[in-house]
């Protein structure tokens, strides 16, 4: 059954209108309020002249004036207090009594009012309604604890409410729930969804109250905890001058600076230190810039001023550490050894600056370490690969947020002395950009008359870096800054031959693999001709990276079988296991192969020719192919070929050209045909002068119809004059003639020199020529065919 609570008082259904902004005026409300707009004071006059009866809602004078948006529901209140203040404006107070149903705002001449019509309240209690009913008040318990701004008698009141209407509009007004909702909740008719919806608001203003909650605690709990440290160090002081102890030092700064006195530094990092400290000893604990100096002072006493480690003077010891760890490699350990015999003689030598570069696994990296073991030194590593930023070689400024040293700073403070081996490994791959360019940083680093004084942008004051043995690592030195390549001594680390493979397998590789895999108790042995198809199917390198890669594949699946077999941690000696690998089994572990040899021909004819080239994974065999058909004289040329390789082939073509009457070549031999020039794998980039031999053979072949003689590879730049220049990469390519087979190589007469870099197996089974001039090496390619010497060639060749 609905029942009306409270009848409108006016004996109409209409009553003098007042907007009340964002203000929700809910029934059993009192609210005071100031009208001070003309219509307003007059609606509320009108009202006084009457039974003092007025209609508030929760709009604005102008949504009124514009006459849209206006809400359809407001509350009939009853003036309770009048006062009119001097600026003609009126303080009122006034109850709600109900609410009321809009149908429809009428604007007089000096005021609004409106048609309305009381809401009929549901007040018929059923079970529904009264879990509802209760649900709202402990959801409303629970927000007035966490609100605590709610008036007790406030809260008594929501507790007796009767009836779900008194209850809604008892909790609406103190609930805090924004003022949409608060008009939404004035608009619902039915009691139970005014519940429901009640309810949901308040639980949401409790989620947001624990949050704000929490959030206070947690800052207050804060500031209580930097206040009790305040308080304790304040106590701390006033206790140490009674006891009449000078231990003020709160901030560390007495304790930093003995620790940096204990590390001997020069006066100027120790004058830098006191200045710092005195201006840390002024500053709060826990002011930002104490913090700044407190990092910078530490950086200062941790690092190395005077720690030194003393050399190992013995050549014959540290010649057998280098040989224990690598095999070969001549020219690193004869300068290793040369520096501890100098040394010796000049104790206040400087670190020499030394730059291994080679193909990729060749051991450059462990070959640095090895040095340092050798001279006793300590051995700290940056890798340069990626770098762009300059701030990363020197540091940025320490006023910055967060700022640190730069990695030389941070490496010498990990080495612990002033005299590490110190490893710039890939030097051949930093970048530069708008950051800066760390090549020009590492200038006065890797300069041994300037790093005596090399300064940090974070620290400020001059390190010495002079006694560091600096050893960088590069796979080619083309990408090194010539400025930064001239302070540097380079020494080759070439690639190794098959039979320094097989060695390098047999004596570190293979037990070093042994080892980490569990097998170091066991029979496991590899064949030379295993290592060697190794080698030869599997990897494609002119290091041991992929070699070892493959080796330690094998050694797991070995592995594998051994704890299949029973051979378990604790029986594993019980019986021998012993495993052979050779090269017939290498498939059954690794699967088909994986490389071929380079492209070679096994038969020649006319317009092949096999080259020689270098590459930073080691020297290739370069195959050459010439082909001609009618047409007007054009050279093509294709195979991915560089501007230099293009002009050598162009120059070759000329020299036969001024040279065919010696060559035996007919006139305008070329006039009626286009001539292609190819070098197989398109795919892969090729450039360099060093094919001019190669080409100019190739093109001879093709216009005798005669094929080079089978066996033979080539290098060597050409003149127009025939002369044959000398070429970079010997040993390399070298060694790439030799692992393809081929029994004679042609090289430039000035690299004659070279040859002592060629390992004896490979002079032995090769035989070179060394040719100055390019008809010297046709005469040796093509010994079938007749010369004529008395023409003006060797006018045209002088």
Not at 642 to 648: A, I, L, N, P, T
Request: proline share 5%.
């Amino acid at each position: 059954m609905k029942l009306k609570t409270i009848a409108l008082k006016s004996t109409k259904d209409e009553l003098p209108l007042v907007p009340m902004g964002d203000l929700v005026t809910f029934p059993h409300m009192v609210v005071p309020f100031f009208a001070g707009k003309p219509s307003s004071v007059n609606a509320i006059e009108t009202a006084m002249s009457k039974d003092r009866m007025l209609l508030l809602i929760p709009c604005t004078d102008d949504t009124l004036k514009r006459g849209e948006g206006c809400p359809d529901f407001g509350t009939s209140a009853k003036i309770l207090q009048m006062l009119k203040l001097p600026d003609g404006s009126l303080r009122i107070l006034a109850e709600g009594k109900e609410r009321a149903h809009i149908s429809k705002i009428i604007s007089k001449r000096d005021y609004y009012s409106a048609h309305c019509e009381p809401v009929e309240e549901d007040r018929q209690l059923n079970a529904e309604i009264t879990a509802l009913m209760n649900t709202v008040l402990d959801i409303f318990k629970r927000f007035s604890k966490n609100k605590k701004k709610i008036p007790q008698d406030t809260i008594n009141a929501i507790e007796h409410a009767e009836y779900p209407d008194k209850l809604i509009d008892l909790i609406a007004p103190h609930s805090g729930i924004r003022t949409e909702k608060k008009i939404e909740l004035l608009g619902i008719q039915e009691a139970g969804k005014r519940l429901e919806q009640l309810a949901i608001f308040l639980e949401s203003e409790n989620e947001v109250l624990n949050i704000q909650n929490r959030i206070s605690t947690k800052v207050k709990k804060r500031m209580e905890r930097n206040q009790r440290e305040y308080f304790l160090n304040e106590q701390l002081k006033e206790i140490n001058r009674e006891l009449g102890k000078d231990t003020d030092d709160s901030n560390g700064a007495s304790e930093l600076l003995r620790k940096l006195k204990s590390r001997k530094p020069p006066q100027e990092i120790l004058q830098k230190a006191e200045k710092e400290c005195s201006r840390l000893e002024k500053l709060q604990p826990m002011s930002p810039e104490s913090g700044v100096l407190r990092t910078y002072l530490e950086w200062l006493a941790d690092l190395p001023w005077d720690e030194k480690s003393q050399d190992n003077k013995d050549i014959e010891i540290a010649a057998s550490i280098l040989d224990e760890d690598h095999y070969n490699m001549k020219k690193p350990k004869e300068r290793i050894l040369d520096f501890i015999a100098v040394r010796q003689l000049n104790p206040k030598l400087k670190g020499p600056i030394l730059c291994f570069v080679g193909p990729p696994g060749t051991g450059k990296t462990s070959l640095g370490k090895s040095v340092a073991r050798a001279l006793n030194r300590n051995f700290v590593r940056i890798s340069l690969g990626g770098v762009r930023d300059e701030a990363e070689i020197r540091g940025h400024r320490k006023t910055y947020v967060g700022a640190l040293p730069g990695k030389i700073i941070q490496a010498m403070k990990k080495a612990d002395t002033r005299n590490p081996v110190f490893l710039l490994d890939e030097i051949d791959k930093i970048n530069s950009d708008f950051r800066g360019d760390p090549a020009s940083a590492l200038l006065e680093v890797l300069d041994p008359e300037q790093n005596s004084s090399f300064t940090d942008h974070y620290l400020e004051v001059p390190y010495d870096l002079s006694e560091v043995m600096f050893i960088t690592t590069a796979n080619s030195t083309h990408s090194i800054p010539h400025p930064l390549l001239d302070r540097m001594e380079v020494i080759e680390v070439p690639g190794y031959t098959d039979i320094e493979k097989v060695a390098i397998a047999t004596n570190f590789i293979i037990p070093k693999q042994l080892k980490e895999n569990g097998l170091d108790w066991a029979d496991v042995r590899f064949t030379d001709q295993g290592i060697l198809g190794l080698i030869h199917s599997y990897t494609m390198e002119s290091g041991v990276r992929n070699l070892e890669r493959e080796v330690s594949s094998i050694i797991r699946k070995i592995a594998r079988q051994a704890v299949k077999d029973g051979f378990t941690e604790i029986e594993k000696r019980s019986e021998p296991f012993a495993m052979t690998v050779d090269e017939n089994s290498l498939s059954g572990y690794l699967g088909k192969e994986k490389f071929v040899k380079d492209l070679r021909y096994k038969e020649m004819k006319p317009g092949l020719a096999h080259g020689l080239a270098w590459t930073e994974m080691g020297g290739t065999l370069l195959p050459v192919e010439v082909a001609s058909f009618s047409g007007s004289g054009e050279l093509i040329l294709t195979g991915s070929l560089g501007d230099v390789m293009k002009e050598s082939a162009r120059t070759a073509l000329s020299f036969l050209k001024a040279n065919r009457a010696c060559l035996g070549l007919p006139q305008d031999f070329q006039k009626e045909i286009d001539i292609h020039i190819h070098v197989p794998e398109g795919a892969i980039p090729k450039d360099g002068p060093s094919a001019g031999i190669t080409l100019t053979a190739a093109l001879y072949s093709l216009f005798k119809k005669t094929p080079l003689l089978q066996g033979f590879a080539m290098t060597g730049e050409i003149t127009l004059t025939g002369r044959i220049l000398p070429i970079g990469g010997v040993k390399e390519k070298v060694l790439a003639a030799y692992r393809n087979e081929m029994t004679d190589v042609i090289l430039p007469e000035q690299n004659k020199k070279d040859l002592e870099d060629i390992p004896e197996e490979v002079q032995e089974k090769t035989r070179f020529h060394f040719l100055s001039s390019a008809i010297e090496g046709l005469k040796l390619l093509f010994p079938d065919l007749v010369f004529d010497d008395n023409t003006n060639a060797e006018e045209n060749s002088a």
